[in-house]
Every structure is written in structure tokens, then in C-alpha cells.
Nanobody
């Protein structure tokens, strides 16, 4: 099973930006679909984005489309989620996980989600 570690969360003001990372400790991510989800306290888990086993398979939730960008760096064995124009509804704990290579049902990981990284609104 591929072990994934998320990082890059932090405090952010509305309109700000963050880049989240999802790194694999072993095995290349290039052959896997990688999905991002998020969950805020008291809210349902929500799909965010997914990149499949080719860069033509990229998907975004409507709520983040045009603001978030998912990408993969095979040399770094890392998938990134660039988040721009952050809104009040974006703060949550963000998780990445291995999903189906076509990103179908990417809110259901093939293994387990990582530990997550927290995105918090700054006051």
C-alpha cells in the first residue's frame, strides 16, 4: 500500500493562496490516481480534485473550479494542490489518497486517506 503524507496547510486569509503537497514515501505516484478531499467540522466530507494516471484525467469539484489547480511532479513523487482565491468555505482538513486511475468515485480511496493537513482561516 502506498503511504501518502500531506503537508502545506496553514493559516490563510480570504483571497490568499496555499499549496498543499501529497508525497509518497515509496513507489512512484505516476501510475496512480490521486484524489483530494476535505472535511470541515460539522460538515460532510467533500470531493476537491483528482488527477488520474495521465494528465488528461484531471477533475475539480464545482466549488473549487477555476481557483484550485492539481498537478503532479513525478521527479519529486508528489502531487500538489495549488489553492488560490481562498474563500471562507475553503478552510478544512485536506486529505489525499490513492484512488482509481480514472478518478471515478475519487471520494473513496483504494487504501486509506493520509493524516491530512489543516487549512485554517486567519482572523
Amino acid at each position: 500500500q502506498v503511504q501518502l503524507v500531506e503537508s502545506g496547510g496553514g493559516l490563510v486569509q480570504p483571497g490568499g493562496s496555499l499549496r498543499l503537497s501529497c508525497a509518497a514515501s515509496a513507489r512512484t505516484l505516476a501510475y496512480y490516481g490521486i484524489g483530494w478531499i476535505r472535511q470541515a467540522p460539522g460538515k460532510e466530507r467533500e470531493r476537491v480534485s483528482c488527477i488520474g494516471n495521465s494528465d488528461s484525467r484531471i477533475y475539480y469539484a464545482d466549488s473549487v473550479k477555476g481557483r484550485f489547480t492539481i498537478s503532479r511532479d513525478n521527479a519529486e513523487n508528489t502531487v500538489y494542490l495549488r489553492m488560490n482565491s481562498l474563500r471562507s468555505e475553503d478552510p478544512a482538513r485536506y486529505y489525499c489518497g490513492v484512488v482509481r486511475t480514472d478518478c471515478s468515485r475519487y471520494d473513496t480511496p483504494l487504501g486509506s486517506w493520509g493524516q491530512g493537513t489543516q487549512v485554517t482561516a486567519s482572523s
